[in-house]
């Protein structure tokens, strides 16, 4: 079992910058890909970025490449999300979620936080 918790949204204004994080419980933290999603009110679930647990690949949806940055430290077993320029467009609840295997799909992912609330005032 492997448990999330998410901290870092707030609100901020337009062509600002939040860092989100994500402290995961368990010993085997490095071994798990991790994804961070995001959703706004009325819309599905989208993927926004994600790492490999030890190779450190990574994927970013079209909309925050080179915005997003997604890193990790192992030691601490904390995945990070640094979002700059952001957009009124990128409001949404963002969860982060690790799973065996690194992909784009929600379904790819086996647990999951309970989300933090990201607020760009324009």
């Known amino acids: 079992q492997v448990q999330l918790v998410e901290s870092g949204g707030g609100l901020v204004q337009a062509g600002g910058s939040l860092r989100l994080s994500c402290a995961a419980s368990g010993r085997t933290f490095s071994s798990y890909a991790m994804g961070w999603f995001r959703q706004a009110p009325g819309k599905e679930r989208e993927f926004v970025a994600a790492?490999?647990?030890?190779?450190?690949?990574?994927y970013y949806a079209d909309s925050v490449k080179g915005r997003f940055t997604i890193s990790r430290d192992n030691a601490k077993n904390t995945v990070y999300l640094q979002m700059n320029s952001l957009k009124p467009e990128d409001t949404a609840v963002y969860y982060c979620a690790a799973g065996v295997r690194l992909g784009v799909l929600s379904a790819t992912y086996d647990y999951w936080g309970q989300g933090t609330q990201v607020t760009v005032s324009s």
């Open positions: 790492m490999s647990g030890i190779s450190g690949n990574t």
